[in-house]
């Protein structure tokens, strides 16, 4: 399995950007699909964007499509998730997941997930 750290989260003003980074461990991170999921306190863990091997195909859920891209860099074993125009209902804490599944359909498909990255948008 391959290891995955995210980073920048953090504290934004509704209407705002951060960007997200998940770093991966393992020389086959170009094999798998990445995804990042949300978590907010009380709800369920929800998809939010994904992104093939090739980065040629990008997934987003549809509260997010327009606001948030995913992208990655292979040489940098590295995954990002660009976030503008943040609202409040975005505050969750952000995970990054992996898999190698061809055509992931729920969380069950993914077997590696990162720590997760607190979002926390104020109104």
């Known amino acids: 399995q391959v290891q995955l750290v995210e980073s920048g989260g953090g504290l934004v003003q509704a209407g705002g950007s951060l960007r997200l980074s998940c770093a991966a461990s393992g020389r086959t991170f170009s094999s798998y699909v990445m995804g990042w999921f949300r978590q907010a306190p009380g709800k369920e863990r929800e998809f939010v964007a994904a992104?093939?091997?090739?980065?040629?195909?990008?997934y987003y859920a549809h509260s997010v499509k327009g606001r948030f891209t995913i992208s990655r860099d292979n040489a940098k074993n590295t995954v990002y998730l660009q976030m503008n125009s943040l609202k409040p209902e975005d505050t969750a804490v952000y995970y990054c997941?992996?898999?190698?599944?061809?055509?992931?359909?729920?969380?069950?498909?993914?077997?590696?997930w990162g720590q997760g990255t607190q979002v926390t948008v104020s109104s």
């Open positions: 992104i093939r091997w090739s980065g040629s195909s990008t």
């Open positions: 997941a992996a898999t190698t599944v061809v055509a992931p359909q729920n969380l069950a498909d993914f077997g590696s």
